[in-house]
């Protein structure tokens, strides 16, 4: 009798062996706003040790672009698609009334329903789905929130950019479906989304995978950070100033090898001062704000840290796909070298706009690139992408990935790490075909077969690249410029004159893109200024206005 017992025993062990579930989990970490060179691997002074020994300890990639902006961002690396095809075009919805539904499919301020995002693809597989952070993909009713595009958990805020230390009105917090009051003293959104993210992977009651999108609003606007945090680093921005900063970041990023010793600066953007040409009283002001910048990137890195230690005590750090990027390039608005907004602004814990570092920083915080969030130049869509996985990647330790590689990518990855189908239909929507290419053995084996095309547009500015060369439309300029990235990645050598059929071979290409991505038609002002914003204070917005009408 004991040993039949023992040998079903041992059967149903063995039984247990073959169908435990061995998929990865993945955990992708975004921050908004900061800058290709801000943290440690990528050049950067700002303590970030976490992540940094997730970047020696993975894999790092030189060549990897974002949409330029916020929400489009979020839009494409949530589906695998271009932003316009998901109807996030230009600017989401937003809590002062409909912004950005513009009546035009590409142009709705929301993801449409024939788009799926990785939390419902990962879902359908049996994946737990947590998000934790900024949403941005649609605002005015709960069929555009995370709850029901996928997700099993979700705490943060559904609006864009909000206070720090006491989120409210509009841009307040979120626990699933439910708005959450104002928060007590002692509260700050970079610890928060992650405390919750950790809570919603402990509180797990299966043993199957998960799926985690911690996305973090710091460092946007506004400059917020604790003053234990800021005080480390007042002070040091004064004695260096963003001209030596520019030169001391591109000379570690060559020790990184990251870029070749032939790799020079862009000049200083024109909206900034040279740093000798500052009052010691502007020294002062600028210095502070870039204080608090570093403070809100570092406090980003111990919370990263945090995660990693939960994960490490339950037992999934080795077998868990860690990504970590951001949404776009370091942010110059208001386009002033000193910072936008007054002082005081930083210590008021309720206010949610635009007081920033300035142009000087952010132009420094892109080293070595020209231009920032928004344009479609190297500084407003290159970002820092670090690819840590113990159990999958072990022979790529501290490798670096140089094939061009962009957002609609991840959809494919994730589809293939976790043995997902990637859907025809839902819910009786026909959805768009995936545009990217799996990563996964690039991860494995350093080799990515490159893509033929790519494509960006936002806010009127243009980009095409192929192979080598890249095609930009700075919407100031009127025109399109030609750039071989291989030999000017800061796009100072404008080809177009001496290779002008390849030019129009691209940018041809690029206007069949456009059609086909629902970026032409773009909103005419009439249909825009047709559309009424309501006037609804929240939460009753939630029962003020009906589900959104979805194209077909």
Partial sequence: MFRVCTTFLIAALLSLTVFADERPNIVVVMVDDMGFSDIGSYGGEIPTPNLDKLAHNGVRF??????????????????????????????????????????????????????????????????????????????????????????????????????????????????????????GDGYYTTDA?????????????????????????????????????????????????????????????????????????????????????????????????????????????????????????????????????????????????LGSKEDAKIHDEYFSGAVSYGQGWANASNTPFRRFKVWQNEGGISTPLIVHWPKGIKKMKNKWIRTPAYLPDFMPTFVELAGAKYPEKRNGYQITPVEGDSLVTALKTGEHVQHTWMFWEHMRHRAVRFGKWKGVWERELGKWQLFDIDNDRNEMIDLAQKEPELLKKMTDKWEEWAYRAHVWPKPTKKIADGISAPKVPWPAFQKARGKGVELH
């Avoid at 109807?87 to 513009?102: C, E, Q, R, V």
């Avoid at 359908?124 to 952070?133: E, K």
Wanted: charged fraction near 25%; hydrophobic fraction near 30%; aromatic fraction near 14%.
């Fill in 62 to 183: 030189s060549h990897f672009y974002n949409a330029g902006r916020c929400y489009p961002t979020r839009a494409s690396l949530m589906t695998g698609l271009h932003p316009h095809q998901t109807g996030i075009g230009g600017a989401t919805n937003s809590p002062k009334g409909l912004g950005g539904d513009h009546g035009v499919f590409g142009y709705r301020g929301y993801l449409n329903r024939n788009s799926v995002t990785i939390g419902e693809v990962l879902k359908d597989a049996g994946y737990n789905t947590y998000m934790t952070g900024k949403w941005h993909l649609g605002y005015h009713t709960p069929d555009r929130w995370p709850l029901q595009r996928g997700f099993d958990k979700f705490y943060g805020i559904i609006a864009g950019a909000s206070a720090y230390f006491k989120p409210n009105g509009g841009r307040g917090l979120m626990l699933n479906n439910e708005p959450l009051p104002v928060p």
């Fill in 193 to 337: 989304f992650t405390d919750y993210a950790i809570k919603f992977v402990e509180e797990q009651k299966n043993d199957d995978p998960f799926f985690l999108y911690v996305a973090y609003t710091a460092p946007h606007w506004p400059l917020h950070a604790k003053e234990e945090d800021i005080q480390k680093f007042v002070g040091k921005y004064k004695k260096i100033g963003w001209d030596k900063l520019r030169t001391k970041r591109l000379a570690k990023q060559k020790k990184e090898g990251l870029f070749d010793k032939k790799q020079k600066l862009s000049p200083r953007d024109g909206g900034a001062r040279a740093w000798k040409e500052l009052t010691d009283k502007e020294k002062d002001r600028v210095d502070y704000r870039m204080a608090v910048y570093a403070a809100q990137m570092y406090s980003v890195d111990y919370n990263v840290g945090k995660l990693i230690d939960s994960l490490k005590k339950q037992g999934k750090f080795d077998n868990t796909v860690i990504l970590f990027l951001s949404d776009n390039g370091g942010c110059a608005e208001m386009y002033d070298d």
